[in-house]
């Protein structure tokens, strides 16, 4: 049976967001120049471009959900410019510049299109801290130090007391600030990115694919209620491109875990002394994220797990003991705000390979995909859609062929069980050894 998107409504993000009309369901035949199957970062920034590049021809974007319930609606809001841990430790200072630049282009990207379009998401350049509970995190930030040096990137000091001056907590140690990331509401974001796409971009909702077939040369979507058929699809279906016969036995569905609190009131932002508006990622990548909204509400976001059964979120059961454990992450930071609830808790699943390599280009004739972004999907699923599109219609540009050299085959993964044991217990024993960090 295939997997499809069927993620709950828990998302705090998308909670937050008011209600508007449903676009659209696919219904009979239609056909199409481009189809575009999937509409997060990538699946829209695919759309976009290539109704920018052709502006005569039909472009169908569809996704299973609504625009923002997905994976790219679900994440702890921050658009970031470096590199991935693993990237920046490649051994190629040129690679690690390639990447950088990219990111940034998805940055200015994105900038662009909020002020164009007013899109309403919370929308700053706040930059990020990278924050330490303990010896193990600072030993993680002195490494941290050592490879911005040799990126050349600026970084910045940050004392505990200064920390605890912005975060409203001393919990931390100490930090590293990075000045060139942002910080938005996602599920905001992603529909605001929707909600503005080029005329000749037909968006359907709640359209789930069933499967795909070659009919007559071209390639046939099957829905529920009807097909698309179209010579060229572009797949930004990150974990969900194996539901296709495409990079199978390569990707590795990961599910993370946030909660949060609803808006502070008055009395309670003055217990809690902190600035608004900031974003933290734990030295120790198996520790804790953690947010200040722009509308006063505090996340906590930690808890990996494997989902071989990746088509929905979670079970009620699970979210309690996941909001339980978020709960003990806030009391120890916020005890002066322990009357304050958690109000939602929710996951999302995105796809990494082993060898932390991203694929991008042809998967078969008139197929193409940009798939496995490894966590860090806002910038590069924008910046790999565009640039998949200019690659679609055989534009050239100096971008194009920096991706193409920065991305490859994700390795592939042993069998099950070994698979699910051996990540399992991978993520047991990265929580186990960054416990001090949560």
């Known amino acids: ?42 699946g829209l920034a695919m ?15 569809i996704d299973a959900q609504r625009i923002g319930q997905g994976a790219s609606g679900r994440n702890s809001g921050f658009v970031i410019d470096l590199p991935h841990k693993f990237s920046l430790e490649h051994p190629d200072p040129e690679h690690k510049q390639k990447l950088l630049s990219l990111n940034r282009s998805a940055i200015a990207q994105l900038n662009t299109l909020v002020s164009k379009h007013s899109i309403s998401c919370q929308w700053s350049a706040k930059g990020k801290y990278q924050g330490a509970v303990g010896a193990r995190g600072e030993a993680y930030l002195d490494h941290f130090e050592h490879l911005m040096k040799d990126l050349g990137e600026p970084y910045f000091h940050v004392n505990g007391s200064e920390l605890a001056k912005v975060l409203g907590t001393n919990y931390y140690s100490r930090a590293i600030y990075t000045p060139g990331g942002y910080l938005m509401q996602p599920a905001a974001l992603v529909r605001g990115l929707g909600e503005s796409l080029p005329e000749n971009v037909e968006v359907l909702e709640n359209s789930p694919i069933r499967k795909l077939s070659k009919e007559n040369g ?6 529920d209620s009807g097909s698309v058929e179209t010579p060229e699809l572009l797949l930004g279906t990150s974990i969900f491109t194996r539901e296709f016969g495409y990079l199978k036995n390569r990707l590795l569905p990961v599910m993370t875990f946030a909660s949060w609190t609803r808006p502070l009131t008055d009395a309670e932002m003055q217990r809690y002394g902190g600035e608004l508006n900031w974003g933290l990622t734990p030295a120790d990548h198996a520790g804790t994220t953690l947010r200040m909204t722009a509308d006063r509400r505090i996340l906590i976001r930690n808890t990996y797990k494997h989902v071989p059964k990746y088509g929905s979120s979670m079970n009620d059961k699970v979210r309690e003991q ?3 454990d978020h709960r003990q992450v806030f009391l120890a930071r916020y005890p002066e705000l322990a009357d304050v609830p958690l109000t939602h808790t929710w996951g999302g699943v995105y796809a990494i390979s082993r060898n932390f390599t991203n694929f991008f280009g042809q998967l078969d004739e008139g197929v193409y995909a940009s798939a496995c972004d490894n966590g860090v999907g806002a910038a590069w699923g924008t910046i790999s859609g565009t640039l998949l599109a200019d690659y679609v219609v055989g534009a050239t540009s100096k971008s194009l062929d920096d991706i193409q050299q920065v991305t490859g085959m994700p390795c592939l993964n042993p069998p099950e069980p070994f698979l699910g044991l051996g990540v399992k217990t991978r993520i047991q024993l990265a929580k186990w050894q960054s416990r001090s960090e949560l």
């Open 1 to 42: 049976m295939i997997h499809l998107p069927n993620d709950d409504v828990t998302c705090g993000w998308y909670h937050a967001l008011p209600s508007i009309p449903e676009k659209s369901a696919l219904k009979g035949k239609q056909s199409a120049d481009y189809a575009v199957l999937g509409a997060g970062f990538a």
């Open 47 to 61: 759309a976009r471009r290539l109704a920018e590049l052709m502006p005569n021809a039909r472009i169908i974007l």
């Open 218 to 223: 071209c390639w046939v979507l099957h829905g």
């Open 322 to 324: 996941i909001r339980d």
